[in-house]
T-cell receptor
Framework: GAVVSQHPSWVICKSGTSVKIECRSL??????MFWYRQFPKQSLMLMAT?????????EQGVEKDKFLINHASLTLSTLTVTSAHPEDSSFYIC????????????FGSGTQLSVL | GQNIDQPTEMTATEGAIVQINCTYQ??????LFWYQQHAGEAPTFLSY??LDGLEEKGRFSSFLSRSKGYSYLLLKELQMKDSASYLC??????????WGAGTKLIIKP
């Protein structure tokens, strides 16, 4: 089956630093990638949708200057959490859509971010 | 507004059967997904229903009733490894996924 690679899987950083998370589709071209955030015992919250070669579409309440998304190619999207603060600590998950069917949605393994 | 409801937590016994219900209210509908998520891991796809009826896939089956805005995930012959959260998600008319909060399933020996 299709594989989406996400790394790092776990990162601890100091408050005020920036963290970059990569999401790669390994064996298919992902025209659309999604970035989610998940707090403990809560559901996935869509942060933004990114299409290759265009600006990401952010959900209401998500600061686009804080969560920078770049989808430079059909196989790579990055999320950069700029000037991270403890409240940004969360589980971040990417997913990629390949093909026409929306059921062809594959998830990365997630990144646990802890900001001290 | 758009909403997905599913129980917060369920407990079942190893070897038994459990049914996890999900009701949804969305602006348009293009299908319903079930995902399994183990703690600290990303969700993995279980099923997708867009037509009414039951779809069976091994020990797992998923049912959809579009007129009632209702779906369930049926897990048979429960195993300890089935302990996880089960997420229900509906696809609205804009092809946006609306996620439920998940049902934590606890399997006891």
């Amino acid at each position: 089956g299709a594989v989406v690679s996400q790394h790092p899987s776990w990162v601890i950083c100091k408050s005020g630093t920036s963290v970059k998370i990569e999401c790669r589709s390994l064996d298919f071209q992902a025209t659309t990638m999604f970035w989610y955030r998940q707090f403990p015992k809560q559901s996935l919250m869509l942060m933004a949708t990114s299409n290759e070669g265009s600006k990401a579409t952010y959900e209401q309440g998500v600061e686009k200057d804080k969560f920078l998304i770049n989808h430079a190619s059909l196989t790579l999207s990055t999320l950069t959490v700029t000037s991270a603060h403890p409240e940004d600590s969360s589980f971040y998950i990417c997913s990629a859509r390949g093909g026409q069917g929306y059921e062809k949605l594959f998830f990365g393994s997630g990144t646990q971010l802890s900001v001290l | 507004g758009q909403n997905i409801d599913q129980p917060t937590e369920m407990t079942a016994t190893e070897g038994a059967i459990v049914q996890i219900n999900c009701t949804y209210q969305t602006s348009g509908f293009n299908g319903l997904f079930w995902y399994q998520q183990h703690a600290g891991e990303a969700p993995t796809f279980l099923s997708y229903n867009v037509l009414d009826g039951l779809e069976e896939k091994g020990r797992f089956s998923s049912f959809l009733s579009r007129s009632k805005g209702y779906s369930y995930l049926l897990l048979k012959e429960l195993q300890m490894k089935d302990s996880a959260s089960y997420l229900c998600a509906a696809l609205d008319s804009n092809y946006q996924l609306i996620w439920g909060a998940g049902t934590k399933l606890i399997i006891k020996p």
